[in-house]
Structures are given as C-alpha cells and as structure tokens.
C-alpha cells in the first residue's frame, strides 16, 4: 500500500497540532498564516475536521476554530480519511 499525503491533508494535520497547543480559540485568518495558507483553502479543510468532531468552530467577532479532541484518540490516518476519504489497504 502507497499512502500519500495532500497538501489538504497535510494542512489539516497541520492546524490540529497547532490548535491542540492549549489555546481557547484561534481566528480562521490567524490559523491560516501558521499553517501557510489562504483562510478560504483553510476553511475547506476544516469542514471535515468540525463533522467529525476535532474541531469546534465558533462564529462571529469572537469566534474562530478550538481543538476539540483527546490528542491520543485521533490518529493521523483518521485525519486523512476525513479529508480524502477511505484508504484502500487491500
């Protein structure tokens, strides 16, 4: 089996890692440039994340995008299913 890995896929593993570093709450805009990306790419790839849980995404003024996950339950295989749907391991 040859896995690989998307530039959508990798933001995501990207911004999960940055948002598990303990903060409340970041802004779309502010995630986006530490990750390297535009917020419009960003917020495609964080769809996934905020369906299946991982992420909070809080609206308006004083929203922005929270970890929202035990960092243990989540492996970076289940973040790229979520992104680019099942693998075939066969």
């Known amino acids: 089996m040859r896995l690989e890995v998307t530039r959508r896929s990798d933001l995501a593993i990207r911004a999960l890692l940055a948002l598990n570093e303990g903060r409340e709450r970041t802004k779309a ?32 003024p004083t929203g922005g995008y929270a970890a929202d996950f035990e960092p243990a339950a989540v492996s970076v295989l289940a973040v790229i299913e979520a992104i680019e749907g099942p693998v075939d391991t066969g």
């Not at 769809?47 to 308006?60: A, E, K, T, Y």
């Open 29 to 60: 805009a502010d995630l986006a440039a530490e990750v390297g990306t535009t917020k419009g790419f960003l917020t495609q790839v964080m769809n996934p994340l905020v369906q299946h849980g991982w992420v909070r995404s809080d609206p308006g």
